[in-house]
Nanobody, 115 residues
Framework: QVQLKESGGGLVQAGGSLRLSCAAS????????MSWYRQAPGKQRELVAL???????NYADSVKGRFTISRDNAKITVYLQMNSLRPEDTAVYYC?????????WGQGTQVTVSS
């Protein structure tokens, strides 16, 4: 069974930084794209950033230039470095990793940015 464990969320002032991590464990034969989503209260879950197996990245327009996604295939871990945080970045952040030809989700980690 595959599990994803997230860490790194918390409370930060506007302009601050946080780094999220998401590590996979279990019986893993193949890994594909890794991504981060977020869901703010009353809003739909949205894609924040994605990184392919080849290292290509894609970002939501709202986070371009502020957030950086990266991955460590040996550790089966995806990271999200978030800089210049804004109150509108407040949300629960979820990682998603394609493992063994299916999608797995993390449990979610709260990020709160105070003004």
């Amino acid at each position: 069974q595959v599990q994803l464990k997230e860490s790194g969320g918390g409370l930060v002032q506007a302009g601050g930084s946080l780094r999220l991590s998401c590590a996979a464990s279990g019986v893993i034969f193949s890994i594909n794209d890794m991504s981060w989503y977020r869901q703010a209260p009353g809003k739909q879950r949205e894609l924040v950033a994605l990184i392919t197996t080849g290292g290509n990245t894609n970002y939501a327009d709202s986070v371009k230039g502020r957030f950086t996604i990266s991955r460590d295939n040996a550790k089966i871990t995806v990271y999200l470095q978030m800089n210049s945080l804004r109150p509108e970045d407040t949300a629960v952040y979820y990682c998603n990793i394609a493992i063994n030809r299916r999608d797995y989700w993390g449990q979610g980690t709260q990020v709160t940015v105070s003004s």
